[in-house]
């Protein structure tokens, strides 16, 4: 527009320095509005179409009014300003930073500003500690006229909202849970409660994650941690370190209780049914002895001559107190000749 309008105001000076009678006049009038309305269709021509790129939603407003939204591609618009068109980015993931800024490096590659946000980052616990979160909030904006012209800056609500809602969320949990455990169920949980805060106030942003990045205790604080850190490691390794062993004596005492408690109850069972025999046996000697006393007896000192004889070995002779050289009778080997005849 600018080239055009210099050149129609050098159309304009050589056409006023030109003098003469009414003929000459009337011919640079001429030629000069026809230049003019040249001028004016051709820029109403060029105005009158834009291209809609595939990540974008194009808002229409006719005199203030929002008249369309249009998708992707090229259209048409009444130009001369009467057609004011607005993109917006619908497809595009955008992101907010906190505690940390992303710079853009050298080769497309993305660096991290070296400057400290702690006024983002520094949070209050559950338990009164301190601790260091940096997070990222990632959104879409999935309706664009809502986005324009809902809120005046639907984008500083969001970063409002996000730090608030990770305030309060980090507030509700202990320290040790926010450091180590707690970190995916924070994260989901202030999702859903600024997507909530969203849709309240309508402003067209669909959150789609929350990303906690580095959650870290104050480096004013960083080795009184580390120290606390490591006692909690040594204290969990000898807890399992004692549960090992006990895992292992427990069952082996059991064990051996086991086997001395079933030693104890066999020997009891082989006592009690040995009296039994005995007291079953001795009642039928009785028995037998009340009924023929005198065969009894003998049949008794028999037996047990036959069961103590055996033991005694050789019988020797003794007179006056000597000795014979050679036993009487070797009963050992006595007892000995029938085993051998029956294994014959």
Request: avoid cysteine; charged fraction near 25%.
């Amino acid at each position: 527009m600018s080239d055009t309008t210099a050149a129609l105001a050098r159309l304009i000076g050589g056409a006023s320095k030109q003098g003469g009678d009414g003929r000459g006049g009337n011919a640079g009038t001429g030629a000069l509005f026809a230049i003019l309305v040249l001028g004016f269709a051709l820029w109403g021509l060029l105005s009158s179409f834009y291209t809609v790129q595939p990540e974008e939603r194009a808002v229409v407003k006719r005199f203030g009014k929002v008249v369309d939204i249009n998708d992707p591609g090229l259209h048409f618009k009444i130009p001369f300003g009467v057609d004011h068109v607005q993109k917006v980015a619908t497809e595009r993931v955008l992101k907010q930073e906190f505690g940390f800024r992303t710079l853009a490096g050298d080769g497309g590659r993305s660096q991290y500003s070296q400057e400290d946000y702690p006024d983002e980052s520094l949070m209050l616990s559950g338990d009164l500690n301190i601790i260091d979160v940096e997070w990222v909030v990632q959104y879409r904006i999935s309706d664009p006229m809502k986005f324009l012209y809902q809120q005046r800056d639907p984008e500083l609500t969001l970063r409002d909202i996000a730090e608030s809602v990770m305030r309060r969320v980090v507030g509700n949990r202990l320290g040790s849970e926010v450091l180590t455990t707690g970190r995916v169920a924070i994260a989901a949980t202030a999702r859903e409660e600024i997507q909530k805060a969203m849709d309240a106030y309508e402003n067209g942003i669909h959150v789609v994650t929350v990303e906690l990045q580095d959650v870290v205790p104050p480096a004013a604080v960083q080795p009184a941690f580390n120290e606390v850190n490591m006692a909690r490691q040594e204290r969990e390794r000898m807890i399992n370190e004692a549960t090992k062993q006990a895992n292992q004596e427990i069952p082996r005492a059991r064990g051996e209780a086991n086997r001395v408690l079933s030693e104890a109850q066999g020997y009891a069972a082989e006592r009690v049914n040995q009296a039994k025999g005995e007291t079953a046996r001795f009642n039928a000697i009785l028995a037998e002895y009340r009924r023929a006393p005198e065969v009894t007896r003998k049949r008794m000192y028999l037996e047990s001559l036959t069961a103590v004889l055996p033991q005694l070995g050789a019988v020797y002779v003794v007179e006056d107190g000597k000795a014979s050289p050679l036993p009487l009778i070797d009963l050992r080997q006595r007892a000995a000749q029938p085993n051998q005849e029956n294994a014959r």
